[in-house]
């Protein structure tokens, strides 16, 4: 089993910045594989970035140059650093965990954690 706990949300106003961080604790081979989604009001959950099963980075075009996901492999951690912040990023954001690129029935999530940016 794995478990994800995600922290650093909040309220900050527009071309702010936050910082987010998900914990990964339980059976952790590699960070590859991690991944922030986000789920805004009234619309379907995207994902923001992902680190592949290559260990590449990629990031929606929405915040692409504003978000940055990074990853420290002996603390089981990765952080998503977003700046520039607009309204647009208003949504709960949620850390996944899928170990096996193979594999899309076995996936991990976080709880969530709140992201509001004000006008």
């Known amino acids: 089993q794995v478990q994800l706990v995600e922290s650093g949300g909040g309220l900050v106003q527009a071309g702010g910045s936050l910082r987010l961080s998900c914990v990964a604790s339980?059976?952790?081979?590699?960070?590859?594989?991690m991944a922030w989604y986000r789920r805004a009001p009234g619309k379907q959950r995207e994902v923001v970035a992902r680190?592949?099963?290559?260990?590449?980075?990629d990031y929606a075009d929405s915040v692409k140059g504003r978000f940055t996901m990074s990853r420290d492999n002996a603390k089981n951690t990765v952080t998503l650093q977003m700046n520039i912040l607009q309204p647009e990023d208003t949504a709960v954001y949620y850390c996944?965990?899928?170990?096996?690129?193979?594999?899309?029935?076995?996936?991990?999530w976080g709880q969530g954690t709140q992201v509001t940016v004000s006008s």
């Open positions: 680190i592949t099963s290559v260990g590449t980075t």
């Open positions: 339980g059976r952790i081979l590699s960070l590859n594989g």
């Open positions: 996944y965990y899928q170990p096996a690129p193979w594999d899309r029935a076995t996936t991990y």
